[in-house]
């Protein structure tokens, strides 16, 4: 069984000319689409495709992720690192995937980015994004990843006040 799920950013410009990607900004709806009348089980290995088919469809042809920070209103450009595990099913038809992206030319700048996804037409389509993790430098332990919310029965609760 695979551990992490990785792929270079020239894998995902290759995905991107295959798929005709757009360069157009992720953003965060917020709201799940409505639950399909028959319901259909997907497996780590569809979450993974459907993570993989998302961001090759949103990288620009230098393999650039753009993603507006649901917290700070900031369009990032970002690479992506891997896919974490587990990911999973949350309830009935929601799926949860945790990822890893680095700022551009920083490696050690690692951002934390969930993704929700529904079943659409027979697919897993994401709905929501957010930065779970961001980038903070300290002086003895360089960049780390410092957390934004956690969860509590697959429900986010916020770690600080807005």
Known sequence: MRSHVKTSAAALV????????SAQGE???GTPPTASAARQQFYV????AAMMAHLAERVDAGGVFRLRDDKTGEMLALRFVEIHDPVRQI??????ACTDFHALD????????????N?????????DTKVHKE?????????YKHPRYTFVNDRIVSLYSQ
């Open 14 to 21: 290759g995905l991107t000319i295959f798929c005709g990607a």
């Open 27 to 29: 953003t965060s709806t």
């Open 45 to 48: 290995e569809d979450i993974e």
């Open 91 to 96: 309830d009935g038809d929601t799926y949860f």
């Open 106 to 117: 920083e490696p050690d700048k690692l951002y934390d980015v969930d993704f929700w996804m």
């Open 119 to 127: 079943p659409r037409d027979g697919q897993l389509r994401i709905y």
């Open 135 to 143: 980038p903070r430098r300290s002086l003895l332990y360089g960049w």
